[in-house]
């Protein structure tokens, strides 16, 4: 009886979820939009402006559609989980019970996911994700620390379903990597992990001394979002300086692809070596390249603009990079903790985290963040 009733309660909750759900969404509204821009795209000249058409169907597939339909099918998961629960008062019914606990833990975690998607109010929020994590100084620990990083942004990836591209690696000399770049493709990619740029530090005993000393490590994480077709910009070619890998006359069958793009105006460089072609390569490269110069603005310029800066008279070069501040500590020697420094929320299970459990960071983060996207942080960006 008590397990009936604790599954009772978590009921009445997830259904007063979705009814303030509803309430958000509007469905009469939601329903008449629909209708509307399926007119639009039916008239002939539709496609004669890419741009637009392209944000029509965006629309329609994720801001309306997707909600309309997953809204629908929760209240039929919960249906099912209260018409269950009227069987089990009449008769106990093991296999039934159990049935009804899948369903709401699957309904938890999607009303969990959905309620994270909810902070998540910037246009760029739903684009892809380009994350590129550098190793800082001290050698073998700082590399293989950001090799971590790598793997728990990896597996955190693949428990969300993502699509998971090595673009750029650069090994380390004893063990790690000195940098890496993953492009994460799917929606909201970039929506939950922009929390985690800035830099991450690390405190273990070292596995690379012999005298089993303390560590203390550094990487620095950034990430961008994917542009896609609904962004019409083109880097001046006057502005680039790129770099391809040579082949010589002592190593003629090497078959490097590297492609190495600096965008001279800012210092801003995107090395990529994971393609089959150097033509692939630079197209990768020039692709992140323009998502960082593009998100760069976003950092700061509007809150300086609103609090009276003279953006001509800032050289992008003075900016610092949101990266270089500590966001986290990580310790795993002499206890274990991890610890969010922006939202100061801590959780002793570091291992789930280093495992890919990053979502209550991301969710804490997007909660304190909901409010105002552009604070005094930005601008000083810009000191």
């Known amino acids: 009886m008590l397990e009936l009733l604790n ?21 009469q509204y939601l329903t008449a939009r629909i209708q509307y821009l399926h007119q639009v795209i039916a008239q002939p000249d539709f496609w004669n402006n890419p741009t637009r058409a392209y944000e029509v169907l965006q629309e329609i597939e994720y801001s309306i559609f997707y909600k309309h339909q997953e809204y629908q099918r929760w209240c039929s998961i919960l249906e099912d ?8 008062e009449l008769s106990a019914d093991e296999e039934l019970l159990l049935e009804a606990q899948t369903n709401l833990t699957q309904l938890q975690q999607e009303l969990e996911t959905a309620e994270i998607q909810q902070l998540m109010s910037d246009p760029c929020d ?11 100084v001290g050698g073998a620990d700082a590399e293989y620390w950001a090799y971590m990083l790598l793997r728990m ?12 591209l090595l673009v750029e690696k650069s090994c380390g000399d004893l063990a790690g990597i000195k940098s890496a770049s993953l492009e994460i493709i799917g929606r909201y990619a970039y929506g939950y992990l922009k929390s985690e740029t800035g830099t991450h530090q690390l405190q273990q005993i070292s596995p690379f001394d012999v005298t089993n000393s303390l560590h203390t490590s550094f990487a620095s994480v950034e990430v961008f979002p994917i542009l ?5 910009w083109e880097i001046p070619e006057k502005d680039l300086e790129i770099t391809r890998w040579h082949s010589n006359s002592r190593n003629i069958n090497h078959s490097e692809t590297w492609v190495k793009v600096v965008h001279i105006p800012t210092g801003i460089s995107v090395f990529c070596n994971q393609e089959r072609s150097q033509m692939q ?16 603005p976003t950092a700061g310029y509007a809150y300086a603009l609103g609090q009276g800066v003279q953006i001509d008279k800032i050289q992008p070069r003075q900016i610092k990079s949101l990266f270089n501040k500590l966001i986290r500590e990580y310790i795993l020697h002499p206890y274990a903790q991890v610890k969010d420094l922006r939202t100061n929320l801590e959780t002793p299970a570091a ?3 280093l495992n890919g459990e990053i979502d209550l960071f991301i969710k804490a983060y997007l909660q304190q963040n909901q409010t105002t996207s552009l604070t005094k942080e930005a601008l000083d960006n810009f000191k």
Do not use: P
């Open 228 to 232: 896609d077709e609904s962004v019409e």
């Open 281 to 296: 390569n630079k197209e990768k490269a020039l692709a992140i390249l323009k998502s960082k110069l593009f998100a760069m």
């Open 153 to 164: 942004y990896s597996k955190w990836g693949e428990s969300h379903s993502y699509k998971i």
């Open 81 to 88: 989980i209260k018409a269950a629960l009227e069987l089990l």
């Open 7 to 27: 599954i009772k309660t978590e009921v009445e909750r997830l259904s007063n979820i979705l009814s303030k759900a509803e309430d958000c969404l509007d469905f």
């Open 351 to 353: 291992t789930a985290v």
């Open 126 to 136: 739903q684009k892809s994700a380009f994350l590129t994590i550098t190793a800082g």
